[in-house]
């Protein structure tokens, strides 16, 4: 298992409600991205952190936002929630980016937050 | 943007039998693909990535082979186990964006 964990492990909401959720990325890890993945699908790209900056969005409105910490762990905050957020959210950590070179880092995943909006 | 495509998306083998899942790549400047394996609500695991510069990768039952020229990309399990049942993930990074695009996975069924 890999030192990735996330808060908390389910989760309850309604329409319009607003949540938070937590991860703290493996030691030694300064970069965090978050993905959705929804039944039966692979794990969509929501945004990336490096060094408590957003670093790299994928296709998620702005309703999807979040922070990373002095010490890199991380929150994905998502407003205004819909039926469709329903799905595994899922932190993965990983060392610096590759910067430059593009080389990429080995990305080591937390165990997710099962979100379910009714 | 970079598209990633997986084939197939279910797969059944018999134990001892090999699994060849192949995953297909749209840009050009990918230069990083790790492969992932998902056991029914779990997390996804790294099992093998390679990088642009290197044609093959190998670890123990576990291959990864690259074609950039086609671009595209296999995983090879060979002496398959029932424990190899799962569902795995190919991705791919593009160069300089911090972005990691997923196929749609392949469910693995090894019968015993």
Same mark, same amino acid.
Do not use: M
């Given at each position: 298992e ?12 309604t ?9 703290s990325?493996?030691?030694g890890?300064?970069?965090v991205s978050?993905?959705?993945q929804?039944l039966?699908?692979?794990?969509q790209?929501?945004?990336q &952190?490096?060094?408590?900056e957003?670093? !790299?969005?994928?296709? /998620? ?5 979040? @922070?990373?910490?002095p010490?890199y ?5 998502v407003?205004?929630?819909e ?9 993965a950590?990983?060392?610096? &980016?590759?910067g430059?070179?593009?080389? !990429?880092?080995?990305? /080591?995943?937390g165990?997710?937050?099962? @979100?379910?909006?009714? | 943007g970079?598209?990633?495509e ?53 670890d ?16 090879h399990?060979?002496?398959?186990q029932?424990?190899?049942?799962a ?5 791919g990074?593009?160069s ?6 997923f ?10």
């Amino acid at each position: 298992e890999t030192g990735v964990t996330q808060s908390p492990t389910h989760l309850i909401k309604t329409r319009g409600q607003q949540v938070t959720l937590r991860c703290s990325s493996q030691s030694g890890h300064n970069t965090v991205s978050w993905y959705q993945q929804a039944l039966g699908q692979g794990p969509q790209f929501i945004f990336q &952190y490096y060094r408590e900056e957003e670093n !790299g969005r994928g296709n /998620f409105p702005p309703r999807f936002s979040g @922070l990373q910490f002095p010490n890199y762990s991380s929150e994905l905050n998502v407003n205004a929630l819909e039926l469709d957020d329903s799905a595994l959210y899922l932190c993965a950590s990983s060392t610096e &980016y590759g910067g430059w070179t593009g080389e !990429g880092n080995e990305q /080591f995943f937390g165990p997710g937050t099962r @979100l379910t909006v009714l | 943007g970079e598209n990633v495509e997986q084939h197939p998306s279910t797969l059944s083998v018999q134990e001892g039998d090999s699994a060849v899942i192949k995953c297909t790549y749209s840009d050009s400047a990918s230069n990083y693909f790790p492969w992932y394996k998902q056991e029914l609500g779990k997390r996804p695991q790294l099992i093998i990535d390679i990088r642009s510069n290197v044609g093959e990768k190998k670890d123990q039952r576990i291959a990864v082979t690259l074609n950039k020229t086609a671009k595209h990309f296999s995983l090879h399990i060979t002496e398959t186990q029932p424990e190899d049942s799962a569902v795995y993930f190919c991705a791919g990074k593009v160069s300089n964006f911090n972005k990691f695009y997923f196929g749609s996975g392949t469910k693995l069924n090894v019968k015993p």
